[in-house]
């Protein structure tokens, strides 16, 4: 039986004209190419065949035991003319943001102290100094009348690069001390703060409010009950995205991230996976020169000494001190044309939605992602839970 052929192809590096890879593109019967473009490197050109995949519960229950991504192609397009008014709404958010409102006054406006009024109460708005990236927090009690039924929830507004020209932001809701508490021992907070995601993000619904897609998440998990957990309503801008990582947290199972506005250009591949693609790309001796154009002499051996077995590779992943690997894996063309090519690419369009299991720190989904249109796109990245 042969092996499919990747449903997104890597057309041409960086260096190849928007002509240039349109003509290769048409050549293969492919869409319209994009650039992946992410805080000023540019990485290639990458076009989508016509044809969609089936969506298979069987099949997707199979990827995501093996920690590999699973797309829905326009599971959720259905859904989305309901809230294009909160989609635009939200957009117009993100955009004042960007321009330098304060997050806790736009908040404090029409629509949407309507829509927290009078279940959620704001208490503060802050600024953590440690934390370059964040643009404010707002506090807020859930309350029922006059009693407190979920404290300290909180909606966080960050950045996602330190780039002047990307203006991508995102919005996580959760409770609690950051990085202190274990969130995944407090359902009924876990509740709240996802009540004042909706609260804030109506649109929230094509996911929390979906019975088809809550059927379908069931098979695939085996699991009779579920719930949608630490959600972040992401604004992919021009230049941005995500760099290569993962989403593991304890007590949840995986992420399932919708497109709501916009595109997005993914590689997506289990940890396993991605550590066979190192080890192949590093150890194939027509890579030296690529490798030398991108890192010195010093970091080229590093790279080969941690490559050279999986368990070294595979701690490096987990540890802050990579450089080399890291260009590696977010800034080296001719290795995303290697993971292109091996059928890990994806592209996200609006009413779509892709699957990231998230089973612990050594079975899961690593994935990068690209904003490929000239203006934001709004997406849902909520992460699933099964309650006993």
């Known amino acids: 039986m042969s092996k499919p052929k990747p449903h997104v192809v890597y057309i041409a590096g960086p260096e190849a004209s928007a002509d240039q890879a349109s003509a290769a593109a048409q050549q293969q019967g492919l869409k319209q190419p994009v650039l992946l473009k992410r805080r000023g490197t540019a990485l290639g050109w990458v076009a989508e065949r016509p044809e969609q995949n089936n ?79 964040e643009i404010e927090t707002i506090e807020y009690d859930a309350v029922d009348g006059d009693e407190v039924v979920g404290e300290n929830l909180w ?72 719930f949608y957990v630490e959600r972040i309503i992401y604004f992919n801008a021009p230049n941005g995205g995500a760099q290569f990582h993962q989403d593991v947290e304890r007590g949840h199972l995986g992420v399932v991230f919708a497109q709501l506005h916009g595109s997005t250009g993914w590689l997506a591949c289990s940890k396993a996976q991605l550590i066979d693609e190192v080890q192949t790309f590093v150890s194939d001796a027509s890579n030296s020169a690529t490798l030398g154009k991108l890192m010195n002499q010093t970091m080229q051996a590093e790279l080969k000494d941690k490559s050279s077995t999986r368990e070294q590779l595979n701690e490096w992943l987990d540890e ?35 699957l990231l299991p998230q089973k612990n720190i050594d079975e899961c989904c690593w994935h990068t992602v690209f904003c490929i249109d000239d203006f934001p796109g709004e997406s849902l990245s909520f992460a699933i839970r099964a309650i006993d």
């Open 155 to 226: 909606c966080k507004a960050s950045w996602l690069s330190f780039e002047d020209d990307d203006a991508s932001l995102r919005f996580r809701f959760s409770f609690g001390m950051v990085g202190y508490e274990d969130v995944a021992a407090d359902l009924d907070r876990q509740h709240y703060a996802a009540q004042l995601t909706d609260a804030i993000f109506p649109e929230s619904a094509v996911i929390s409010n979906n019975k088809k897609l809550e059927a379908f998440m069931q098979q695939v998990l085996d699991a009779e009950k579920l």
């Open 320 to 354: 802050r001190d990579n450089d080399p690997l890291e260009l590696l894996i977010n800034r080296c063309p001719e290795f995303y044309r290697h993971l292109f090519e091996k059928g890990y690419g994806y592209i996200i369009n609006p009413g779509d939605i892709i």
């Open 55 to 133: 969506i298979d519960a069987e099949a997707a229950a199979k990827a995501w035991h093996n920690s590999t991504a699973y797309t829905l192609p326009d599971y959720v397009s259905d859904e989305l003319p309901q809230h294009q008014a909160n989609i635009k709404q939200a957009l117009g958010l993100m955009e004042a943001i960007a321009e330098g409102s304060e997050v806790a006054e736009l908040f404090e406006q029409s629509p949407y102290s309507e829509r927290t009024t009078p279940q959620f109460e704001m208490l503060a708005s802050f600024q953590d100094e440690g934390d370059a990236q």
